[in-house]
């Protein structure tokens, strides 16, 4: 009874963040004239709002959070956010049916990007908003979630338990949650205001670049055209973008330790191993695609090549899925490349998903050392990053992520390659709803869309983007509980 109140109460709240929201969505939709999504947002900001006031006046404050609460609490309030957010798709219909609009706000909110539409720039221009905004707030409301429960009893049996963070992010997950919060909500305002004007500096009108700037900071994808960025055209955008999809895929406690450094952490972006693991691989990926790109003869000169490889790599590996051209025109070496980055992404304690490259950098450390100690037994190796010693089960814990993050994915492409896909298409389109990415090959391609997926293959797609962007504990821990309480 005592999850089930806190569970509710949490939820409560978050329906009235969502509340302003779309009353804010609706300012815009009312500025564009009252367009045809006006009156759908502020029917759907009146429910959410009466019910988001209904859970918090009918239960009491919880003074204390145990873990397992955390567990429903996280989880309740992102399935009640995807559910609730569906409603101004839903009842502006063309599209959306019930299912379409669930999908489309579930992969708003965990920042995939995949999207069932076929004429996005049909939309209005609240509804456009509307959609982006969703992942906007998705990106940051993961982070404000977990902060909410790491503050109870000890830091090391939190909602984090279990999942291996970078070291900054670690020490500043065990700092104070008020702190912690201002650290990551500075980050996130700041980086999307400059991509805002900067994109508006490079061509874009104010609405283009408000929500592009949104999309690229929550690493979402979502564009308010359908060709995307390549609708633009432009070098200088495709170039502030990649900064923006870069900067948000960095442990943001660490990208506020290097603009505004402290006496007590002087550690940056360009003094830490995992970072510099990050940018050296794709540095090393983009080359790689270009070469291969201008080899083939792809594109005519090697500039091009390393242009379109910069950004689509760029793109797919910090999980945002902005596009430029067709990677299904690509050679399978490419897309190979591609894969990769969709399985690994960013840092944690960033808006990518993936399995992130801490958790890789660390696994890989950690055979190392397993192989040396085969060869040399009375020879012992600690892992070690940005000096600090992993410890063994923590090395384990990593590894066992890692491995139950890639069964989902291949158990996702199974389903997908028995509903009728090829084995590309399907392996892809697991690893980009997984992985938060997006786009995929095939059908579901760069400049392709989910929408002619069959509705139970949709409403898959949407438990993978949940377990994806919840890092797959909390949704199974909630799943195995509900199981134990029926029978």
């Known amino acids: 009874m005592k999850t089930l109140v806190s569970t509710i109460r949490f939820v409560g709240f978050s329906l009235l963040g969502l509340f302003v929201l779309m009353v804010i969505s609706g300012l815009v939709a009312f500025l564009d004239k009252m367009d045809q999504s006006f009156y759908p947002l502020i029917i759907s900001a009146g429910v959410t709002l009466a019910c988001g006031l209904t859970c918090v006046l009918a239960t ?3 003074h204390r959070i145990s873990v397992a609460n955390g567990y429903y609490i996280i989880t309740g309030c ?24 669930f999908f489309e706000s579930v992969s708003g909110f965990t920042t995939t990007g995949a999207s069932i539409l076929n004429d996005i720039e049909g939309l209005p221009r609240g509804l456009l908003f509307w959609r982006i905004a969703t992942a906007w707030i998705g990106g940051i409301g993961v982070v404000s979630l977990v902060s909410i429960v790491i503050s109870v009893h000890d830091d090391h049996h939190s909602i984090m338990a279990g999942m291996e963070l970078s070291t900054i ?3 500043h997950y065990q700092g104070r949650r008020k702190q912690f919060i201002y650290r990551i909500l500075t980050v996130y305002v700041f980086l999307t205001l400059a991509s805002f004007f900067s994109l508006h500096l490079a061509g874009m009108n104010w609405f283009d670049a408000a929500t592009h ?22 070098p ?23 603009f505004w450094p402290s006496g007590s952490n002087r550690r940056n972006i360009f003094n830490t191993k995992i970072v510099k693991v990050f940018i050296g691989a794709l540095a090393l990926g983009v080359l790689s695609l270009s070469i291969k790109l201008r080899l083939t003869g792809v594109y005519g000169t090697f500039g091009e090549a390393l242009r379109v490889s910069a950004f689509q790599l760029c793109s797919i590996s910090t999980t945002t899925g902005f596009a430029t051209v067709d990677t299904n025109l690509w050679p399978p070496f490419c897309m ?44 012992h190796d600690y892992v070690r990053t940005d000096g600090i010693t992993k410890t063994e089960s923590e090395v384990a814990s990593v590894t066992s992520f890692i491995m139950l993050y890639l069964t989902i994915v291949f158990l996702g492409a199974m389903v997908y390659t028995a509903s009728g896909m090829d084995f590309t298409t399907g392996l892809s389109a697991s690893i980009a709803c997984m992985g938060n990415v997006g786009p995929g090959f095939g059908v579901v391609g760069s400049m392709g ?12 797609s949407t ?7 919840l890092e797959i504990y909390p949704i199974l821990i909630v799943a195995a509980g509900l199981v134990r309480r029926w029978r």
């Open 60 to 62: 009491k404050p919880m």
């Open 463 to 469: 438990v993978l983007m949940l377990l994806g962007r």
């Open 213 to 234: 700037a949104m999309s690229a900071c929550s690493t979402c994808g979502f564009s308010t055209k359908n060709n995307s960025i390549a609708f633009f055209d432009s």
């Open 78 to 101: 992102w399935v009640f956010s995807c559910l609730f957010g569906a409603l101004p798709f839903l009842l502006y219909g063309h599209e959306f049916g019930v299912v379409n609009a």
């Open 336 to 379: 190979g490349v591609l894969l990769v980055g969709s399985l690994v992404c960013g840092c944690s304690g960033s808006t990518a998903g993936g399995f992130k490259i801490d958790r890789l950098w660390i696994a890989l450390k950690g055979g190392k050392e397993m192989f040396q100690s085969l060869t040399n037994p009375h020879k």
């Open 169 to 171: 992010a670690k020490e």
């Open 236 to 258: 200088v955008i495709e170039g502030i973008l990649i900064a923006s999809m870069l900067m948000a895929s960095i442990n943001f406690s660490l990208v506020f330790s290097t």
């Open 449 to 460: 869309n989910y929408a002619g997926l069959s509705v139970f293959m949709k409403l898959f």
